[in-house]
Each structure stands twice: as structure tokens, then as C-alpha cells.
């Protein structure tokens, strides 16, 4: 039994030595054939440049390390792409939270939906006033809101004025009785003269020819004249009282046909193209919303509201039974002017960027690209796309703008990479450029060794520097041309303990 169980050991360890050894050179195999395709294709891609893993603007033509003393990472050609499109990979779009949407043609909502205030009717209100000064005898209106009919007294007035000009008339009539039989023609027109000139002062004092001639057939002077309503209507404004003084032209009552009132409605300049004379509009208000009212454009007004860039439209509304009020709140839809079928684009998928709008348009394989579009009319969130885009396009909706500021980072590298390829010592980060250019513009940036005395030419012992960038020095009160912050006021000694501390050279 025991040499039994010892040949049954020697043969598993066997089995397992063979076992482990057929493992370890497959796998070492596969991991050997594994480097060597990426060997491979590292070797076969083209590496365009060298870039500063934490600021992409920083880019070299040689490895090395950044300006934060980071390796420097490479860029293949088949990174960069064309110039301005941008290569995402599915799971970076997922975290970016990228969506697009495919682009469609059709008619955009033609209808203007606005609010309105009705009114009366301008050209059928009236002012009731008088010629002549005097009291008010009697007020037949007695409240506002009172209804009249055309020709129904509205108001008796005494006027001192009125008795003497009806006075002067009654006496222009017995002196033209008395010299009408005269020989003399001259004297007998005289008469005649008198009574005219007396009518017609009667005439322009508002006293109609009825009331001159029963004044004529009587000989009876009226102590008041008596105003009439010129149309039937509402009194909307009552100003006077009974025994009131009154002067020539005070307006007393306030008349307006409250049967056809004006709707005014507010339409933004840029849903102007939509709006013509005679577009049907129905109307909703609040006190009634299950009634919609139905009429159209009657007027549109020339001029535009420069503080809300609004213009004016005007919509007639019969109310023969009374059932609106001026100054009532109604909810307006216009059918506006058929606009064609164009593309569209929703509203939160356009980047305006100065005069120009782009679009992110994705073009496969996980890649977009920018593109500029001309806009045509705007309704409910949509806008018309005249030029740049087709049906079928497939557009981003949101993250646009993260794909937008790559879009234009990978560009301007394209150009760069267009350019003569620049030295490894000759950094081409645009913060370098642009300290070049300042140092050769400000001489408050010090170079070399600073000289503080020389600096402090008002000898008072104090200096002005910048916090930031400790080498901007002046002896006056200023900011840096670097940063722009405000130069801090120190001692000359304070000062030298920035700079050595900074290590920068001071004597």
C-alpha cells in the first residue's frame, strides 16, 4: 500500500509541473504577441506634437517636460483630424451628457399668441364742452356710465355772454324794422348788416338756427343755452356738478360709443414678418374663457416701442351686447403669414457667437464639427435654417458648447502644426508670447539683476510691487501689465525679502 500511494504522488506532481508549464508559455506567449502589435502600431502612428498633459496651449515639437514639470504626452496624426473637428469617445459623450437630435423640414407654427387691452374706439369718442363761460343750471347726466341717445339734453348753462348776445340780436331786429322802409339804402343795409352779424355771433356761441329762429318769433331771451349729445353713447368721464362755474373750453363730459371697442395688441419686432392687415385672430378673456371671440387685423401701427421693441397691431371687437369693458385683459392668437418648409433647429442647439450662430453637426464615428448657419423665423422654440443645414442632418442639443471650445482648441493647434516646427527651448504657450511682448512694452517688468536703488528715484525708501508677479516693480502706484492687479506698497528691505525669497537677483 505505502509503495502504491508513493507512485500515485510522483505522478500527480508530474502532472502538475507539465500543467503549470504549458500555462506560463502560453500566456507569456499571448502577453509577447500582445506588445509586439502594440510595438507595432506605435511605431507606424506619426506623432504631430508634444503637449502639456494638464494645459493643452502648451505645445512642443520635442518630449520632455511641461512648464509644471509634467512628461509631456504625445499627439498622433490620426488624433488631430481636420481642422476643427473633434473625435469623442462614446463613453466621454455619455459623461458629457451629449444628446443630438436629427434635423427635420417642415412649416413652423404660423400663430402669434400676444395679450391685448381693449379700448374705446378713437374715432367715436366726444369731448362735451362750451364756447361761453358761465355755471352749469342744470345736469341732466347725473352719473358716469349713464347711457344717452343722439339728441337728448345733456347739460343747461347760464352764461351772461349768451343774454347779451341774444339781446344784441333782438335789437339789431327792431332797428332793422325801423330803417328798412328808409329811402336811403345805405341806412336800410344797415339794418340788414346788424341782424346777419348778430346770427352768426349767435352761431359761433353753438346756438343752431332753430333756436335763433324761435328766438326771432318770440322775442323771449333764454337765460341758459342747452348742450345736446352729438351721438348715442356712454358717459365715461363726468367733470362737472350742478351750480358749478365753468370757463370757455373746459371739458365737461366725457362721451364714447362702447359698441365696437379696439383690442390692442403687442406683437415683438422680430414676429412682424408673420403679421398682415386682415389676419384672422381669435381673442380670449379671463372673466369668460370657455367663449372664444373671432375677428382680424385692422390696423397695423407705424411706429415701434423702443423700450419694449414692440409694435402695436389693432384688432375691432363688436360689443353690441355690452359684455366687454375697456381696459379688460384678453389673451390674442394670430394666424400669422405661411412661412415655407425649411429645416429646423431647436432653440438651445444654436451657439451665437457674435454676428455668426453655429451649429455642432455630428459627422460619424463619434465625431463633430462646427458649422456656421443663416437663421430665418423664430416660433415656439424652433428656428428656420435657410443655409448651412438639410434634413437628415444630425445635430447636438446639449454639451455643444464643451465640443465647441475643443473644436476651436483643435484648430488653432492645426495651425500651429501648419507652421515651421519651433525649437524645444522655445516655448510656444501663449503665456510666454505674451510676457515677450510685456517686457519689451513695460519697463516695470525688471530683468537680470534688479537694481532697487535705481528704482526708487523719489528716495523715500518705499516701492510698489506686484504680488503676483514679483519682478513688476515701480516707485509709484500703478498696476501690473501682466496681471492687472494693483502694485502693493512695501519697504525697499520688505521688498528685497520678496524677491530673494522668489529667487530673483536684487542689488
Given at each position: 500500500?505505502?509503495?502504491?500511494?508513493?507512485?500515485?504522488?510522483?505522478?500527480?506532481?508530474?502532472?502538475?509541473?507539465?500543467?503549470?508549464?504549458?500555462?506560463?508559455?502560453?500566456?507569456?506567449?499571448?502577453?509577447?504577441?500582445?506588445?509586439?502589435?502594440?510595438?507595432?502600431?506605435?511605431?507606424?502612428?506619426?506623432?504631430?506634437?508634444?503637449?502639456?498633459?494638464?494645459?493643452?496651449?502648451?505645445?512642443?515639437?520635442?518630449?520632455?517636460?511641461?512648464?509644471?514639470?509634467?512628461?509631456?504626452?504625445?499627439?498622433?496624426?490620426?488624433?488631430?483630424?481636420?481642422?476643427?473637428?473633434?473625435?469623442i469617445d462614446p463613453v466621454v459623450q455619455q459623461n458629457m451628457n451629449v444628446k443630438t437630435e436629427v434635423v427635420e423640414s417642415k412649416k413652423i407654427n404660423p400663430l402669434?399668441?400676444?395679450?391685448g387691452i381693449l379700448q374705446t374706439d378713437e374715432r367715436k369718442e366726444f369731448i362735451v364742452t362750451t364756447k361761453v363761460g358761465g355755471w352749469i343750471e342744470k345736469?341732466?347726466?347725473?352719473?358716469?356710465?349713464q347711457e344717452v341717445k343722439k339728441g337728448e339734453k345733456l347739460i343747461d348753462i347760464y352764461s351772461p355772454i349768451l343774454v347779451a348776445a341774444e339781446q344784441e340780436f333782438l335789437t339789431a331786429i327792431a332797428y332793422g324794422d325801423k330803417?328798412?322802409?328808409?329811402?336811403?339804402?345805405?341806412?336800410?343795409?344797415?339794418?340788414?348788416?346788424?341782424?346777419?352779424?348778430?346770427?352768426?355771433?349767435?352761431q359761433l356761441l353753438d346756438v343752431s338756427m332753430k333756436e335763433i329762429e324761435a328766438l326771432r318769433k318770440n322775442k323771449i331771451i333764454k337765460k341758459y343755452m342747452t348742450l345736446y349729445a352729438p351721438f348715442d353713447g356712454t358717459v365715461i368721464n363726468k367733470k362737472v356738478i350742478e351750480g358749478q362755474k365753468i370757463n370757455p373750453g373746459t371739458p365737461l363730459l366725457k362721451i364714447a360709443d362702447l359698441k365696437n371697442l379696439w383690442l390692442i395688441a403687442d406683437i415683438y419686432e422680430y414676429e412682424l414678418s408673420k403679421i398682415k392687415l386682415g389676419a384672422k385672430a381669435n381673442i380670449?378673456?379671463?372673466?369668460?374663457?370657455?367663449?372664444?371671440?373671432?375677428?382680424?387685423?385692422?390696423?397695423?401701427?407705424?411706429?415701434?416701442?423702443?423700450?419694449?421693441?414692440?409694435?402695436?397691431?389693432?384688432?375691432?371687437?363688436?360689443?353690441?351686447?355690452?359684455?366687454?369693458k375697456p381696459s379688460m385683459f384678453a389673451t390674442v392668437e394670430i394666424e400669422g403669414i405661411d412661412q415655407g418648409i425649411h429645416p429646423v433647429v431647436p432653440e438651445q442647439a444654436i451657439i451665437r457667437s457674435g454676428q455668426n450662430n453655429i451649429i455642432i453637426l455630428e459627422v460619424g464615428k463619434g465625431k463633430f464639427k462646427p458649422i456656421n448657419v443663416k437663421l430665418g423665423n423664430y416660433s415656439k422654440g424652433y428656428y428656420q435654417v435657410l443655409e448651412g443645414l438639410t434634413a437628415g442632418n444630425i445635430i447636438v442639443t446639449s454639451a455643444q458648447f464643451l465640443i465647441d471650445s475643443e473644436s476651436n482648441l483643435k484648430a488653432a493647434l492645426n495651425q500651429f502644426m501648419s507652421a515651421k516646427p519651433a525649437k524645444k527651448d522655445s516655448l510656444t504657450n501663449t503665456s510666454k508670447t505674451t510676457k515677450k511682448s510685456l517686457e519689451a512694452i513695460s519697463p516695470l517688468i525688471r530683468e537680470g539683476v534688479i537694481n532697487l536703488e535705481a528704482i526708487d528715484k523719489n528716495k523715500d525708501g518705499k516701492l510698489y510691487q506686484d504680488i503676483m508677479d514679483?519682478?513688476?516693480?515701480?516707485?509709484?502706484?500703478?498696476?501690473?501689465?501682466?496681471?492687472?492687479?494693483?502694485?502693493?506698497?512695501?519697504?525697499?528691505?520688505?521688498?528685497?525679502?520678496?524677491?530673494?525669497k522668489h529667487g530673483y537677483k536684487f542689488k
Open positions: 500500500m505505502k509503495k502504491r500511494d508513493l507512485i500515485l504522488i510522483v505522478i500527480g506532481i508530474i502532472i502538475g509541473v507539465v500543467i503549470f508549464l504549458v500555462f506560463f508559455n502560453t500566456n507569456n506567449d499571448a502577453i509577447s504577441t500582445k506588445d509586439t502589435a502594440k510595438d507595432s502600431t506605435t511605431k507606424t502612428r506619426k506623432i504631430l506634437y508634444w503637449k502639456a498633459p494638464m494645459n493643452p496651449s502648451e505645445v512642443y515639437d520635442k518630449p520632455g517636460k511641461s512648464a509644471m514639470g509634467m512628461d509631456l504626452v504625445p499627439v498622433y496624426e490620426d488624433q488631430a483630424g481636420e481642422a476643427g473637428v473633434v473625435k402669434v399668441i400676444t395679450n345736469l341732466y347726466v347725473n352719473f358716469t356710465g330803417v328798412i322802409k328808409s329811402s336811403n339804402k345805405s341806412i336800410a343795409n344797415t339794418g340788414k348788416e346788424l341782424i346777419e352779424n348778430s346770427i352768426r355771433k349767435l380670449k378673456f379671463n372673466f369668460l374663457p370657455s367663449k372664444v371671440f373671432k375677428s382680424k387685423v385692422t390696423f397695423i401701427y407705424p411706429t415701434l416701442d423702443a423700450k419694449t421693441r414692440t409694435i402695436k397691431v389693432r384688432i375691432d371687437m363688436p360689443n353690441y351686447n355690452n359684455e366687454l514679483w519682478n513688476v516693480i515701480s516707485d509709484k502706484p500703478g498696476v501690473c501689465p501682466e496681471c492687472g492687479m494693483t502694485l502693493r506698497k512695501f519697504t525697499i528691505k520688505e521688498v528685497e525679502e520678496n524677491l530673494k
